[in-house]
Every structure is written in structure tokens, then in C-alpha cells.
């Protein structure tokens, strides 16, 4: 660098080229790495340089859950920052989440220094020497799409850059960068912080001719069947999907649905199950699933055809995965749905009967089934002991109105809900990475302060997530988060394997099966209580509807958290 540019600590210069880029907040949990950070933060301050907010998060897997719900709101990839290795192997299981839903973040983490002494930001305590890896980027490496080392300080803006740009690019996911202490120490130039990245991020769309063909296999279909995991991509996407499936008159099934694609009372929305459509299909179109079906359950016709479609319609990172695809469409779902849509219009004219006549049978059909599904859930409102379609319903009833957000991580399921927008409901990732839901529910409510958002989880699933930090951060930064943990006292994903393994097995025939039982359960209203959270537990189904309406009111008049412990049968 020039002998007299200006400069700034390289832990400062990497700050402020966050902000450059387009990053909100830092959720950093900092340790003995992080002098240069908290020193640059401190300098950059004082430069009146523009710097992202930095929140102290207690614990990385919350910081992850965080960065991960504050994407989903906003469409904005943010920064974690975790402490050498100890951190990083905390933030694990939110980057394979992360990776496994094409979320992407830009995580860092402190390396323990090399140096033992002679240098600014050597080894000063003996953690610096517990702490050292040959290899930490390992410890994450297969659920990130790149990562790096820095190696001098002058390379901090342009590593931003670059991480930024591959995490953003279809598809999307968690990038990683290592931070050596001394290297952060060091000075960096700071002349150009402020201006625009030179390096894009890869936007992906299907060529015309693929689009065309995939519009003519659909329109031509007999029954065509949409299956949709992961939503539809943006607002214009949901209403383009919705638009699309009513003129065509083709369900849209939403299996283990990850996020909603079309309203829940759209007449073209079919459920969850799509075995009742699978075995009719001649040409089915999947929309972003990792797991379209079953294979070990779901039958598809000999005949049928398959379009795969989204950011990897092949999933390249999952070593198995043999579902057809007689036409791969490859791009983000809110650019391959309206152009597919575009695509169909054409051919609207020509088969306006068959569409008409499908239309009608398929809204028959779904109609009976959503009210199948509430009828079963209802049974339970005058009963003692409650399930959770129950807990379903009644929440669904208690949100007419008002702008929320649901999230469930084996706690509200799907079908007994009316949803309708395209940020209604979120479920936890396929990669099964548990404590999702809580930090997830905070990052949104950051992002999204007006929305009522709720989190409900399982008993297990709440142990998870951290709750003494998450119920910490939620006080510390004004996050009036509803919690619902439904308590069923085990393992209830464990036992419904178990039980569809060995359906009459020894394990099944048992008064206590082994390894689930989570008995006896803790009392979750007094860890919410310890940081101020209104709190209150249900036992009764009867009572649950008026719970569940003073919870919202709390938190609609004190803007603070609230958390409803509702035990649900087995």
C-alpha cells in the first residue's frame, strides 16, 4: 500500500465491507479471537465509518437460527461471527440447515493465532494453544459452497466481495472465511470501503426452448399434478402459482411443505398427501423439493413424466437421490414460475373444456379433503387430553386479521391451518438440524418488528434450541415472540419411525418405549419466566382457545414474549 493511505484495522475494513455489500447484522458471539473485531468496531465508530449492527448473541446456534429467519423475511443474506473452532462447531447445525435450504450467510469465525509471541495478536492464553486445528475450515466444509482462510490484511474487503456474491448465486447457501487474530490486527486500506462490489452474484434461468417445453408437456396433460416443497420464491412467484393452478385446473400438493406455496383455501390446493394424485398423474411438475414423495410409499404411473424444477431441481449436493427428471429446470422459483406460466398461455384456448372440467373435479375433491382434515382436528375441542391438529385449529382460528407468521419444528402440523401468504408458514429444514424454529422466530421478528410470529416446537425440539439464551435474546432486543411447545413428554418423531419400521415389533408392544421418553418433562413456563416472558401452560383442550387469544393480546399491547406450554397426547 502507499506509504501514507490511509488505513484501518483489517477487523474494522472487513466490518465496513459488510455493510457495502448489503448486510444488516452481524449476530456474533465473541471470545478471546475477537480484539481486532471489537477494537475495528470501536474504530470504525470513530471514523463515522457505516458499519452493519453487531448483537451480542449468547450462543452461535442461535446466532444461525437468527440469520437464517432474517433471510427468510427479508431475501438478505446477513453475517454470523463465532468464536475459533469451539464457535464454529456450535454454528454446524445451522449451516447444514442453511445448505440443505439454499439459505445463504457469510459466517466467520476466529482462528486461534499461529504466532506465540513477537506480533500483535500472537498467543496470549492458553486457550490460544487448546483452540488450534490443522484444518478448522473441516468442521463445516461439506455444508458450505467455499471457504477460505485470510491470509493478509489488505484482503479483507475483496474476501467480502467474493463471499458475498457465491453465497447469493443460484444456488443459494452458507459460504465460510476463517479470521486469523493477527492477521485482523494488521492494517488494511480504507479509502474505498464504501464503494459498490465489482463482483455479481451467478443469477440462473431456464433457456426459453426448456420453458416451452416443459409449458407443452403440462398443457397437454391429462392430469397434471404440482408437487411444492419450498414455496414459490417471492410474492410474484405465489401469485403466479396460484394464478396458474386455477386456470389449468391442476392440484398443488405441498408434501412436508418447508414453506407455503399457495394459499391453504386456494381451490387448487390439495393437501399434503399426494398419494391420492401420484397414481392419476401423467406429467407431474416438482417445484423445489428435496424429497418430491416416497418412493417406499408413492407409486408414480409407468407413463408418467417429471419436471424437476428450482436452484439445483437435481440436488447435486445429496449423494442419493433417484427421482426422475425427464426435463430439469434450473433457476430460482420466482423467475421459472411466471415464465412457465407465460409459456402455458398460449395454449390456454385449445383446452378450455378439459381445463374447466378438471378444475371442477379437483376443487371437489380438495374441498372434501380440507374439511376431512378439520372435522378430525375438532374431535379433540371437548376432550381432556389434546393432539396437535388441535393445537392446528385452534391457531389457525385465533389469526383471522392479522399479519403472522407460523413456524413449526414438529409442533402446529400443516393441514389443519388456513394459510395465505407467501411468508404464512415455515417449516423446520429437511435437513432436521433441531432448535430451529425459536432463533428462527427471532431473526423474523427483527426483520419483520409489526408481524405477530409464532413458534411452535416440540417439547424435545425446544430443548434444543438454547431456550435460555433465545428467551434472553428475545427480552435483551424487544422480540414479543410467540412460543408454543407442545409437550408430549418424548420423542414423538422417534416412536412414529419406530412404529413405521417394526409396526408390530417388540418395540411397539411395550408400555415405554426405550430411547424416547423424555419423562419427567421440565417445567418450560419458568424457563420463559426467568427472562419476563408472560407465560402460561394448558392442559385441557377446552381451554386452549382463550390461552391462545390472551397470548396475542399480551403481546399485541405490551410488545413483549410469550410462551403457552400446551401438553399434547403421544
Not at 482462528?111 to 486445528?133: D, F, H, K, N, S
Not at 414453506?259 to 391420492?276: E, N, T, V
Not at 409464532?454 to 412460543?483: K, R, W
Request: aromatic share 6%.
Amino acid at each position: 500500500m502507499p506509504r501514507h493511505a490511509a488505513t484501518i484495522t483489517a477487523g474494522g475494513a472487513l466490518l465496513a465491507r459488510l455493510k457495502a455489500v448489503g448486510v444488516d447484522y452481524i449476530f456474533a458471539n465473541s471470545g478471546t479471537d475477537f480484539p481486532p473485531i471489537i477494537e475495528g468496531l470501536a474504530e470504525a465508530s470513530a471514523k463515522d465509518i457505516d458499519l452493519p449492527k453487531a448483537i451480542v448473541i449468547p450462543h452461535e446456534h442461535a446466532a444461525m437460527g437468527m440469520a437464517h429467519g432474517y433471510y427468510l423475511a427479508t431475501g438478505r443474506a446477513q453475517a454470523v461471527m463465532a468464536h475459533t473452532n469451539v464457535g464454529l462447531a456450535n454454528c454446524a447445525i445451522g449451516a447444514i440447515n442453511m445448505a440443505t435450504e439454499h439459505v445463504p450467510v457469510l459466517l466467520f469465525s476466529g482462528r486461534t493465532p499461529t504466532l506465540e509471541q513477537g506480533r500483535l495478536g500472537a498467543r496470549t492464553v492458553p486457550i490460544g494453544w487448546g483452540q488450534e486445528m490443522r484444518d478448522q475450515s473441516a468442521l463445516i466444509r461439506e455444508a458450505v459452497k467455499w471457504d477460505y482462510e485470510l491470509r493478509f490484511p489488505e484482503q479483507a474487503p475483496d474476501i467480502v466481495d467474493r463471499a458475498y456474491a457465491i453465497a447469493c448465486s443460484t444456488p443459494r447457501g452458507p459460504v465460510y472465511v476463517s479470521l486469523p487474530r493477527e492477521v485482523l490486527c494488521g492494517p488494511c486500506p480504507s479509502d474505498a470501503l464504501a464503494e459498490p462490489s465489482r463482483i455479481a452474484p451467478v443469477s440462473i434461468v431456464p433457456p426459453a426452448a426448456e420453458l416451452d417445453r416443459a409449458a407443452a408437456m403440462l398443457a397437454g396433460a391429462r392430469n397434471p399434478l404440482i408437487l411444492a416443497q419450498r414455496g414459490a420464491g417471492s410474492e410474484e412467484g405465489f401469485a403466479s402459482l396460484s394464478a396458474l393452478a386455477e386456470e389449468w385446473g391442476i392440484p398443488v400438493v405441498q408434501y412436508w411443505a418447508i414453506q407455503l406455496a399457495i394459499a391453504s383455501d386456494h381451490p387448487m390446493a390439495a393437501g399434503s398427501d399426494p398419494a391420492p394424485w401420484l397414481s392419476e398423474a401423467d406429467v407431474v411438475l416438482v417445484l423445489d423439493c428435496l424429497a418430491p414423495w416416497s418412493p417406499d410409499i408413492h407409486r408414480l404411473a409407468p407413463d408418467c413424466l417429471v419436471i424437476q424444477a428450482g436452484p439445483d431441481p437435481l440436488y447435486s449436493r445429496f449423494p442419493v437421490r433417484h427421482f426422475p427428471a425427464d426435463l430439469s429446470l434450473a433457476g430460482e422459483l420466482e423467475d421459472i414460475i411466471p415464465g412457465l406460466a407465460s409459456a402455458m398461455r398460449p395454449h390456454l384456448a385449445e383446452h378450455t373444456a378439459k381445463r374447466a372440467d378438471r378444475h371442477a373435479r379437483v376443487a371437489t375433491t380438495a374441498e372434501r379433503l380440507r374439511a376431512t382434515v378439520e372435522r378430525a382436528a375438532g374431535q379433540d375441542g371437548d376432550g381432556s387430553q389434546m393432539t396437535k391438529a388441535w393445537v392446528s385449529l385452534c391457531l389457525s382460528r385465533a389469526l383471522p386479521g392479522r399479519d403472522a407468521t407460523i413456524l413449526s419444528e414438529l409442533g402446529c402440523p400443516f393441514d389443519p391451518l388456513t394459510l395465505y401468504g407467501p411468508q404464512s408458514w415455515f417449516q423446520e429444514p429437511h435437513s432436521g438440524g433441531l432448535g430451529w424454529s425459536f432463533p428462527a422466530a427471532l431473526g423474523i421478528q427483527l426483520a419483520r418488528p409489526n408481524r405477530l410470529v409464532v413458534a411452535t416446537m416440540g417439547d424435545g425440539s425446544y430443548m434444543f434450541a438454547n431456550p435460555v439464551a433465545c428467551h434472553q435474546i428475545a427480552e435483551a432486543m424487544n422480540l414479543p415472540v410467540l412460543v408454543l411447545v407442545l409437550n408430549n413428554c418424548e420423542w414423538g418423531a422417534v416412536r412414529k419411525s419406530v412404529l413405521g419400521t417394526y409396526p408390530d415389533g417388540y418395540a411397539s408392544r411395550t408400555n415405554q418405549m426405550p430411547l424416547v421418553s423424555l419423562d419427567p418433562s421440565p417445567d418450560f413456563t419458568k424457563i420463559a419466566a426467568a427472562s419476563r416472558a408472560w407465560t402460561a401452560r394448558v392442559d385441557v383442550s377446552g381451554d386452549l382457545p382463550g390461552v391462545l387469544a390472551a397470548a396475542i393480546e399480551h403481546i399485541a399491547v405490551t410488545r413483549t414474549q410469550a410462551l403457552v406450554e400446551i401438553r399434547v397426547a403421544p
